[in-house]
């Protein structure tokens, strides 16, 4: 008769236990509900780009409180089955909610007086044009006397 226990642990098992990548920011992050976001700079502004695919561009709130530019959205949906609407006898029903909020400090480079925002695709844009003294300035020619 052996003595082996034959219900050890499996090593991979026991690692993928201890260093799930949820602990360092991995794969929790990547499966949330919050959008995913992409920035670019070019000489005259920022673009902020933020993936929100099967929205209304009016579930949207966006807020600019001094340097902080913020985006969230709300929605919940209620989908009943075999529902009687005079009693408050219910077979089956589930309630969704999603919700997100997405924060972003803007520059102090940033014009937020000429900031603009436009839904289209999935795709929630902002530009956000720089102030006028911080754009780059063309060479100039000195002529010697």
Known sequence: MSTVNKNVVSIPALMNELFKPDWFGGAEVLNSKV?????KEDDASFVLELVA???K????????????????????KEVAEDKEVEKVKYTRKEYSFSS???AF?????????AINA??????????????EETLPKPKRLIELA
């Open 118 to 131: 436009s839904y289209e695709n999935g795709i929630l844009s902002f530009n956000l044009p720089k102030k």
């Open 57 to 76: 561009k009016e579930d949207f709130k966006i807020e600019i409180d001094n340097d902080l530019l913020s985006v969230s959205f709300e929605s919940k």
């Open 53 to 55: 695919p099967g929205r």
């Open 105 to 113: 400090t803007l520059p102090e480079s940033v014009n937020k007086e």
């Open 35 to 39: 959008p995913a976001v992409n920035i």
């Open 100 to 102: 997100f909020k997405r």
